[in-house]
């Protein structure tokens, strides 16, 4: 005796039968593969084989495995905010709420970068990490285009320039994208400290790289979040929205990066002469919040705060670590 279909059913099954039809599909092409499809597993489909054969050390120490692993980790959740960043930037009918929203989640993921950092400060010995090191040469976290294109999704470029000639361009009606581009914050942190040349390291990021940031920073030159914000209407920028971007200029361009400050504080500073970090970038220069001054939003920052950037917390982390 066959069953008799529930309405429910039969609704869904004629709701299919019209998404097919308006598709020039077959539906019941379509439920002979449901009936040959295999259940799904957990393993398959987050892929777990593949993931757990990328952790590949280059050397017999231990603690390797926690560097390569945490990187791997903190780019998968770089990938989900400019997930998130792309909704904001590609949405057609953008409102305050919504806005907020992804802000929101982009800032918990930054939550979650910087409160397991302590995995990287304190999580591996010393010794072994300025041996595995050297195998690393001259890879470097500095070649993170991740985090770059997060920066060129966030703000004008104008907002990433080194802050020595910021206000040069500022003042230039005339300038390229790709000039100020020459003149990201970052690239000072690849210029060799005794020959005032470009690292390798640099050369390198620069090559794989370069076609792929220009080409974002003209895609997202009037679509960027901060211009997604400017282009608000006044009743849209709540104050909800605004707090939500002021804290990711923290997460982003304080709080990450003061992470980072302490790791290097406890891996790379030995007496006198700081160590230099791998692929020889200058991380004293590249990392220290007060001295790059990289803010995505100064419209919503008193002059007073700008003016201070960073520099309590960076003078905090040189105290203490």
Known sequence: ??????????????????????SGQDMLSYLDGLLYDQYITYWDYIRLDTLLSLQVPSTHFPDEMIFIGYHQITELYFKLIIHEQL??????????????????????????????????????????FLKFRMSLLPASGFQSAQFRMIEFYSSDLINVVHPDVRERFRESENTSLE???????????GIDMHTQEKTLTLKQFEERYTPRFLRIAHEVKDSNIYQRYLQLPEEEK????????????QNANINWKLMHMGSAHRYLRKEGDPIQATGGTNWKK?????????????ELWTQEEIDNWGKQWVEHALNTK
């Open 286 to 298: 590249f990392l220290p919040p007060s001295f790059q001054k990289i803010i995505f939003y100064p």
């Open 238 to 249: 709540t104050k909800e929205l605004m707090d939500a971007m002021r804290a990711h200029d």
């Open 87 to 128: 909704q904001i930037i590609e949405s057609k009918d953008l409102t305050g709420p919504f806005f907020a929203e992804k802000l929101r989640r982009i800032n918990r993921y930054f939550g979650i970068l910087i409160s397991s950092f302590e995995v990287m400060i304190k999580g591996m010995e010393r010794e072994q």
């Open 179 to 189: 000039e100020l581009y020459n003149h990201c914050y970052w690239k000072q942190g």
């Open 1 to 22: 005796m066959s069953q008799e279909i529930s309405p429910e059913i039969a609704q869904r099954i004629q709701l299919l039968e019209e998404k097919f039809k308006n």
